[in-house]
């Protein structure tokens, strides 16, 4: 009896403590196995990057504020990082994933990631940001949940579906980068995948027979479902429509919008958008799901069309006949744009915090610097067929800038990014936008190109608050959103146009501003955004993390790689001391007390 009392008295307390030792901030643990599989989503057998042997990878669930670890076995042939697009990595561009950052994870090693999730909430994805790999997969749904104090500004919805779409080709990876370094196109994608299946039969002569579809089940009855889609594809923008619903637009990477009808909406390529769809329906047949190409010539583009089902519960029947129509804007290159700029950031609503997200009053704030970043179509450059921005294609060096710094490498990169477009010929260069800590930068983003761009910044959350058609001057700021535009890590640049971003810099490290083109990307459409802190604190940027990799001038400081001193292992091993050390206090309180 006595001792009975004891296990319960000792268990109480146990959970007492560890709730007060982990109640601010919890972990949450994932382990990541990267290989390839053979798959056939548009019914040609290929290789495909997965994850614990799905493709797509799992869904990271998290909360606000919670320590995400997640231990990455890279068993490709090839080096990898994983990039957490939108993550902010408050503190800690060390976690980010690309090469700016991190020395890439070696064939057949491991390496753990470490970040806390500060202060965001929303719908995010991951991908490997390495040699062309997010062409062949490698990406899943990163979601971060409100703390159960924050309201969210709508009522809970009755289920919560992850819909990844993305345009695709049947070539592996390697032979689309091997394309590109031979200075040719990617010409036009193969297909549409959603959730990596290929398109549901609706039509005989553009679908083949025996591919695996989507399905996404729900309850009829005014039933309400929060749908996270993602556009994770390469170079396309796809039109998402359901049929006979509408798409009610509540958050878009991290931000709570202000809630609006849209039959179909533009996702551009790495956008995130969370939709509520009321299930109001008479369930007389299956509902296509729709993902189209945008912004090509459609009529010859129609095999590039991804279709899923939404099927109810009480469904009496297939899904048959046309798709629902894509935007019937030939004619109008205003509607997308205008659609764009309908999309405004919720003032009221509290995001991860109590307080409104309208509270930081953006368009207050004097701006700082200011810097036009102009792309134009791919220039050849010393014979390569290359990418840029500002007429700088960006190289990257053997030696990561944020380790450079750590260790005062010198010549690893140049401090000297122009605030305006180069007037000389183009040029290859390791050149980064030198940053002023708790500045406020104006960012104008000019497309000289022919086609649709989206490009993302890492480390931030910006405030799109303009775009238009033509070039843009000093006095297009006129025509600025100063009050609720919305903030997000990723905004379309459409061709012949610009949109202006403001940047708060007030997270230190080194952030990386690229297209999110897959293909332009790759030949070098990027450059860093390096953000110091004069007075060296651990309060502004974490330590470097202790199982850092090294490459490139540091390389003689890596040690062969130990799978068992994982940064993961270290965690469990911690916290298992931490229970004995517990369980050996307890067990002295409990003699005592006697």
Known sequence: MALSRFWG?????????????????????????????????LGVPQQVIAINNKFPGPTINSTTNNNVVINVRNKLDESLLMHWSGIQQRRSSWQDGVLGTNCPIPPKWNWTYQFQVKDQVGSFFYFPSLHFQRAAGGFGSFIINNRPIIPIPFDTPDGDIVILIGDWYTRNHTA????????????????????????????????????????????????????????VGISTSLNFRIQSHNLLLAESEGSYTVQQNYTSLDIHVGQSYSFLLTTDQNASSDYYIVASARFVNESQWKRVTGVAILRYSNSKGKASGPLPDPPQDDFDKTFSMNQARSIRWNVSASGARPNPQGSFRYGSINVTEVYVLRNKPPETIDGKRRATLSGISFVNPATPIRLADQYKIKGVYKLDFPNKPLTGPPKMETSVINGTYRGFMEVILQNNDTKMHTYHMSGYAFFVVGMDYGEWSENSRGTYNKWDGIARSTTQVYPGAWTAI??????????????????????????????????????????????????????????????????????????????????????????VSR
């Open 9 to 41: 008295w000792f268990l109480i307390h146990i959970a007492l403590f560890l709730s007060l030792c982990y109640a601010e901030d919890p972990f949450v643990f994932y382990d990541f196995e990267v290989t390839y599989i053979t798959a056939s989503p």
């Open 176 to 231: 689309l980068r091997k394309a590109l370094d031979a200075g040719k196109g990617l010409g036009m994608p193969d297909g549409v995948l959603i959730n990596g299946k290929g398109p549901y039969r609706y039509n005989d002569t553009l679908v083949p027979d025996g591919i695996e579809y989507e399905t996404i089940n729900v309850h009829p009855g005014g039933k309400t479902y929060r749908l996270r889609v993602h556009n």
């Open 502 to 591: 403001l940047i708060s810099l007030d997270n230190v490290g080194v952030w990386n501003l690229r297209t999110e083109n897959l293909d332009s990307w790759y030949l070098g459409q990027e450059t860093y955004v390096r953000v110091v802190n004069p007075e060296a604190t651990n309060k502004t940027e974490l330590p470097m993390p202790d199982n850092a990799l090294f490459c490139g001038a540091l390389s003689k400081l890596q040690k062969p790689q130990d799978v068992s001193s994982s940064l993961a292992t270290s965690i469990i091993e911690g916290r298992s001391k931490l229970f004995f050390t517990v369980l050996m206090i307890a067990s002295t309180l409990f003699l």
